[in-house]
T-cell receptor, first 116, second 115 residues
Framework: SAVISQKPSRDICQRGTSLTIQCQVD?????MFWYRQQPGQSLTLIATANQGSEATYESGFVIDKFPISRPNLTFSTLTVSNMSPEDSSIYLCSVDGALPSGNTIYFGEGSWLTVV | AQKVTQAQTEISVVEKEDVTLDCVYE???????LFWYKQPPSGELVFLIR??????QNEISGRYSWNFQKSTSSFNFTITASQVVDSAVYFC????????????FGTGTRLKVLA
């Protein structure tokens, strides 16, 4: 499976600020995703990060709030903009496994954000 | 519509007991994948198993075993002789085999193994 590194692992952010989370994969992967996990909840897909084009957002998530970049097949960023306490969550980068392990998603360690 | 239900919110067992985590799914797809992930307190989701819908053989990996029954749309996970290190939240997930890369996760079952 691919090794997925996320930065930062944890942060405490002030209301109204923005934070960018980085996701680096040790091998080229086709699909990269960003999930949110609110405290005590399940995972919710924010968007699919598309290489070289705009991300595909799920219902309830918009580009202005969660801009995503994916400049190549190994790297992506998620920005959480104009944060409020409701954005306090774990944000998880995931990839659909590179060959030969396709059709399985693997996750980074997660970025724990607390908005105060 | 696709849906994954994990009816057990939290389970507590004493070390060395066996425990089964239930997962029931709904899908109209004829081919699909089912998954289990473990999320320890550190927060990272760890992949445990993937099952293809056309393969109903049960699987055993050490103390872990999985029972896939298409007739009841269930994909249950059993831990034999549980250990404290098994304490975590366990998620079941579903994905269609084609057409979409969207994974549907259940709400998770928190397992507490007491020493």
């Amino acid at each position: 499976s691919a090794v997925i590194s996320q930065k930062p692992s944890r942060d405490i952010c002030q209301r109204g600020t923005s934070l960018t989370i980085q996701c680096q994969v040790d091998s080229q992967v086709t699909m990269m995703f960003w999930y949110r996990q609110q405290p005590g909840q399940s995972l919710t897909l924010i968007a699919t990060a598309n290489q070289g084009s705009e991300a595909t957002y799920e219902s309830g998530f918009v580009i202005d709030k969660f801009p995503i970049s994916r400049p190549n097949l190994t790297f992506s960023t998620l920005t959480v903009s104009n944060m409020s306490p409701e954005d306090s969550s774990i944000y998880l980068c995931s990839v659909d496994g590179a060959l030969p392990s396709g059709n399985t998603i693997y996750f980074g360690e997660g970025s724990w954000l607390t908005v105060v | 519509a696709q849906k994954v239900t994990q009816a057990q919110t939290e389970i507590s067992v004493v070390e060395k007991e066996d425990v089964t985590l239930d997962c029931v799914y709904e899908t109209r797809d004829t081919t699909y994948y089912l998954f289990w992930y473990k999320q320890p307190p550190s927060g990272e989701l760890v992949f445990l198993i993937r099952r293809n819908s056309f393969d109903e053989q049960n699987e055993i990996s050490g103390r872990y075993s999985w029972n896939f029954q298409k007739s009841t749309s269930s994909f249950n996970f059993t831990i034999t002789a549980s250990q404290v290190v098994d304490s975590a939240v366990y998620f079941c997930a579903l994905r269609a085999a084609s057409g979409t890369y969207k994974y549907i996760f259940g709400t998770g079952t928190r397992l507490k193994v007491l020493a």
